[in-house]
């Protein structure tokens, strides 16, 4: 069963950079298709990138293309999102998620999540 945990979210300003992890504290063998979404208040949840269960292939938005990297960790279903000159519309509660397919958008594609991490981002 995949537990996964998100961490390092935090506040910075505008320009700034952060990296949010996300782990897997339960015992399962299988290595998932991984992802990112993020929901700000009163928005819906929002696909941010995903990333191949072979770590190869890799899938963004628009809107964080350039800006946001995807990478896997050594640890079973670890993965990373790097992301640069953030912007106060990056605000928001991110989560991790586990998956089977790849690339895909949707959140309903995916079947465990994290409780999330909130990353706030000043002007």
Do not use: H
Not at 5 to 15: C, D, L, R
Not at 16 to 27: K, V
Not at 28 to 34: D, G
Not at 44 to 60: H, K, L, N, P, Q
């Amino acid at each position: 069963q995949v537990q996964l945990v998100e961490s390092g979210g935090g506040s910075v300003q505008a320009g700034g950079s952060l990296t949010l992890s996300c782990a897997d504290s339960g015992r399962s063998a299988t290595r998932y298709v991984m992802a990112w979404f993020r929901q700000a208040p009163g928005m819906e949840r929002e696909f941010v990138g995903a990333i191949s269960d072979s770590g190869i292939r890799t899938y963004y938005a628009e809107s964080v293309k350039g800006r946001f990297t995807i990478s896997r960790g050594n640890a079973l279903n670890t993965v990373f999102l790097q992301m640069n000159n953030l912007k106060p519309e990056d605000t928001a509660v991110y989560y991790c998620a586990a998956g089977t397919i790849f690339p895909v958008r949707g959140s309903d594609m995916y079947n465990d999540w994290g409780p999330g991490t909130q990353v706030t981002v000043s002007s």
